[in-house]
């Protein structure tokens, strides 16, 4: 058995995915949400991030990560926030030892629904069903473990 980490990164809310793989069979083990405090200036939200990463890491024990990569916004800005977000969620999986994949986002959307547009509700939607999850996660947490399922997809443990 394989415990898979996923992660959906954002400087605002960062959203986490934790999955068991045995053979061909998924089992959900936690989801959830770290929000940042936005009073506080952007370095010590990373720091937040990044301690988050390493608790669910320690809480949960996951072998490997599966983190989405940046896509293009339309806002320099907003990426370059979203790309450091990425690094302090990357850098706290590597420090606890965990090898870390990287699956664009249509990649990710094309895993659960087939359909590499896919909007938020559909990812949901298709993430519960997968999973046989009784309620919807968040859609942080949804993308999260849509993460973990496209990597679950690309490699047979």
Known sequence: MERILGI?????????????VQGS????????????????????????????????IQLHDPVVAAV????????????????HARGAAVVAAMQNGLVVHD?????????????????KGQVQHMVGVILGLKGRPSADAADALAVAICHSNQFQF
């Open 8 to 20: 959906d990164p954002g400087s605002r809310i960062t959203g986490y995915g934790v999955v068991d």
């Open 25 to 56: 069979r998924l089992s959900f083990v936690a989801c959830g949400t770290i929000r940042t405090n936005q009073k506080y200036p952007f370095a010590y939200r990373l720091n937040e991030i990044f301690e988050g990463i390493n608790e669910v």
């Open 68 to 83: 989405e990569d940046v896509f293009l916004a339309s806002n320099p800005r907003s990426a370059l926030k979203l790309g």
């Open 103 to 119: 699956y664009s986002p249509r990649k990710v959307k094309q895993a659960v629904a087939g359909y590499g547009q896919a909007e």
